[in-house]
């Protein structure tokens, strides 16, 4: 006697469209358009994560970047944040030595872009874009930095100097030391910059000493201290504007 065969309980499943692209191709796909984004409205149109996934590209050509831009956000606060943070804090969120230099290669380009929008030129009517540029160079540093610009007769900046870096809370200022380079620079006038990390522009107590021993070191050679500038993360506080100059 012929049995009959007992029926099958295995599912075929279809099989997949023949021109269904790969991950690598939906990844490509996703970078293209991204920066066909960038290119037809600006940098106004993408969100932070997409930004800085367009600066992730670079490093990391075959892996979907997305997920490390938003958990970057997350990690340092925002895209000035992430680009402008320590190496060494970098690392630790677990990004490699190629990621870190094309972020600091961004870092670098946007302090340079800043910077010459103000070098060599008069600064006093462009006071935004003085201001716009220490922001660039000094609003999301982790320890305190005393810069120095310095004028000639005409208030056109002539050089701009990183004089001394701190802890958190603190830098050492030579009040001796700023007036002498200013006569080595023959300048007529300088401002001072510096940062507070807490985020909190206004001046403590120390800062209007300092401030008031600077100006005196530099009135016995003529030269004029015209504003003490404190960046905080997005505010800034000047020292004439709150009549302490």
């Given at each position: 006697?012929?049995?009959?065969?007992?029926?099958?309980?295995?599912?075929?499943?279809?099989?997949?469209?023949?021109?269904?692209?790969?991950?690598?191709?939906?990844?490509?796909?996703?970078?293209?358009?991204?920066?066909?984004?960038?290119?037809?409205?600006?940098?106004?149109?993408?969100?932070?994560?997409?930004?800085?996934?367009?600066?992730?590209?670079?490093?990391?050509?075959?892996?979907?970047?997305?997920?490390?831009?938003?958990?970057?956000?997350?990690?340092?606060?925002?895209?000035?944040?992430v680009i402008s943070a320590r190496p060494a804090a970098l690392a630790k969120s677990g990004l490699?030595?190629?990621?870190?230099?094309?972020?600091?290669?961004?870092?670098?380009?946007?302090?340079?872009?800043?910077?010459?929008?103000?070098?060599?030129?008069?600064?006093?009517?462009?006071?935004?874009?003085?201001?716009?540029?220490?922001?660039?160079?000094?609003?999301?540093?982790?320890?305190?930095?005393?810069?120095?610009?310095?004028?000639?007769?005409?208030?056109?900046?002539?050089?701009?100097?990183?004089?001394?870096?701190?802890?958190?809370?603190?830098?050492?200022?030579?009040?001796?030391?700023?007036?002498?380079?200013?006569?080595?620079?023959?300048?007529?006038?300088?401002?001072?910059?510096?940062?507070?990390?807490?985020?909190?522009?206004?001046?403590?107590?120390?800062?209007?000493?300092?401030?008031?021993?600077?100006?005196?070191?530099?009135?016995?050679?003529?030269?004029?201290?015209?504003?003490?500038?404190?960046?905080?993360?997005?505010?800034?506080?000047?020292?004439?504007?709150?009549?302490?100059l």
């Amino acid at each position: 006697m012929t049995r009959s065969p007992r029926p099958s309980n295995a599912v075929s499943m279809p099989a997949p469209p023949a021109n269904r692209p790969s991950d690598e191709e939906l990844r490509q796909g996703h970078r293209e358009r991204l920066r066909e984004r960038f290119m037809r409205a600006g940098s106004a149109a993408l969100q932070d994560y997409e930004l800085l996934e367009l600066v992730l590209f670079r490093a990391i050509p075959r892996r979907d970047v997305k997920p490390l831009a938003k958990r970057l956000l997350l990690d340092f606060g925002d895209f000035n944040r992430v680009i402008s943070a320590r190496p060494a804090a970098l690392a630790k969120s677990g990004l490699s030595e190629t990621v870190i230099r094309e972020l600091k290669i961004v870092e670098a380009a946007a302090h340079a872009l800043a910077r010459a929008k103000v070098m060599h030129r008069e600064v006093l009517s462009g006071w935004g874009a003085l201001i716009t540029y220490c922001k660039t160079a000094m609003a999301h540093r982790e320890t305190e930095q005393f810069r120095i610009l310095f004028l000639d007769r005409k208030n056109v900046l002539i050089a701009d100097e990183k004089q001394q870096e701190g802890t958190v809370d603190h830098v050492p200022v030579y009040p001796r030391e700023v007036a002498r380079r200013a006569l080595e620079l023959n300048a007529s006038a300088i401002i001072l910059v510096h940062n507070h990390p807490s985020g909190n522009p206004q001046p403590s107590q120390a800062d209007i000493d300092m401030t008031r021993m600077v100006q005196a070191a530099l009135k016995t050679l003529g030269v004029t201290l015209h504003d003490h500038v404190i960046i905080g993360k997005e505010d800034d506080a000047s020292f004439r504007t709150l009549g302490l100059l």
